[in-house]
């Protein structure tokens, strides 16, 4: 999840690039150009762990930013210069170590990539810096909580905070991210389509179907639909078939350099701003990473570039060049960064029975909304969760006996999970 965090903030910077004005000594960034962007952090966590490599590429016309995955390259992690790990392409651009691997503190750690095009990239060692540990975490709810606020004016919601012993023999950089377990009981919305369990096969007068017999769990959408398809031009949402929780992470960039606490109690320090979406509880996951000194810089300049006011006074953006390159070509910018990190994990259970005012779900001229599980999928999506009409009511689909409408699986793995989190209350 970390992960993605960081890929969806460097591309918002890349996208203000050309707005940018920079020193002589930092690196112009055309905006007709390819730029790579790497993101991937190694931790001592038994978890899924994964590369993400991406190009940051302008339209030609207009000079727009996007993002496109960089696929089929060779990817590789190497422990203390000897012992090489690979990791596999599970989806495009997103390239995952095998299950069992666990970074070791002390050891250094270096990504070797490889494009398909035979272009060769590496980063600089990083060392796995201990974790510290997470004493003590709270929540507390706080009616001024969100800065900047969501969607412009909503502010409610909880704050975070945790209590740590910096250790005194060293010293220490964190950072700090997290992710936000709501229970959903939406799992699926299809777009002029419909969720099906088998895959639908058209019968011969068209615009009906029959279920077939292989697993298919999945929005089916018509080819060639025609206005007289009951799938045209509506938008369809489905019910999770089992529990679910989304999963909202973090898109602050939350630092400390220990310069002037060194070996001291860091009480109270907020780490999280969770909004208030909706009445029932949540379940917040702080992870504290520890640093190298490189990779703290890296970030902190990050941080001063997503995070500035965009007053006269702030610094016009750069692009933040990280610590991988291009073996055969110094010149070469790439965006992003390699690190190894410590990672300590802790989570608290918000039931949010301290609220005031109304969750960010609240209509003011429609009030809540009447669904079960409207209030987050409203929050999110700025409107109410559209159910499939079956037959009578609604028009038929199906001709065979396939019951309808269908519950859908908890889905994408990166955005939902049927597994719940560990702190949840039985």
Not at 99 to 104: M, N
Request: glycine residues 6%; proline residues 9%.
């Amino acid at each position: 999840m970390r992960s993605s965090t960081l890929q969806a903030l460097l591309g918002c910077l890349i996208c203000l690039l050309p707005l940018a004005c920079v020193d002589p000594e930092d690196i112009v960034l055309h905006g007709t150009v390819d730029i790579i962007v790497v993101d991937g952090t190694v931790t001592n966590l038994a978890e899924p762990q994964f590369i993400l490599l991406n190009y940051s590429r302008a339209d030609r016309l207009t000079g727009r930013f996007g993002t496109l995955p960089i696929t089929k390259a060779q990817v590789e992690v190497a422990m203390d210069s000897s012992v090489v790990t690979s990791a596999h392409e599970t989806t495009d651009g997103r390239y995952q170590l095998p299950a069992d691997f666990k970074g070791q503190i002390g050891h250094t750690y270096q990504l070797r990539l490889t494009l398909s095009d035979g272009t060769h990239y590496e980063s600089t060692q990083q060392v796995m810096p201990p974790a510290a540990r997470i004493d003590k975490i709270r929540a507390q709810f706080n009616l001024k909580s969100l800065s900047p606020p969501v969607r412009g004016y909503y502010t409610s919601g909880h704050d975070v905070f945790i209590e740590l012993q910096d250790p005194a023999d060293q010293r220490n950089y964190y950072r700090w991210d997290w992710v936000d377990y709501e229970p959903q009981h939406w799992c699926r919305t299809c777009q002029q389509g419909f969720y099906s369990i088998y895959n639908p096969i058209e019968l011969s007068t068209g615009n009906a179907y029959r279920s077939g017999p292989d697993l298919y769990e999945n929005c089916f959408y018509p080819p060639n639909i025609r206005p007289d398809n009951p799938a045209y031009g509506i938008t369809l949402d489905y019910p999770c078939r089992t529990q679910c929780w989304e999963l909202l992470p973090s898109y602050n960039v939350t630092l400390f350099d220990d310069q002037y606490a060194n070996g001291g109690l860091i009480p109270n320090f907020k780490v999280a701003a969770i909004p208030f979406y909706q009445h029932g509880p949540c379940l917040v996951s702080v992870r504290q990473s520890s640093l190298t000194p490189d990779a703290y810089r890296y970030f902190k300049l990050f941080q001063v570039q997503t995070q500035n006011t965009g007053g006269l006074a702030d610094t016009p953006p750069t692009a933040p060049v990280g610590n991988v390159h291009n073996t055969a070509n110094s010149k070469e910018v790439v965006v992003g960064y390699f690190t190894a990190s410590g990672v300590f994990s802790k989570s608290v259970y918000i039931d949010r029975q301290d609220y005031q005012g109304v969750p960010l779900s609240y209509d003011p001229i429609k009030g809540y909304p009447t669904q079960v599980g409207g209030e987050l999928f409203y929050a999110l999506y700025l409107r109410e969760p559209k159910v499939e009409v079956p037959p009578p009511s609604g028009r038929r689909i199906f001709t065979d006996n396939t019951s309808r409408p269908p519950t859908a699986l908890c889905a994408p793995i990166d955005q939902r999970t049927p597994f719940k989190p560990e702190g949840w209350p039985n």
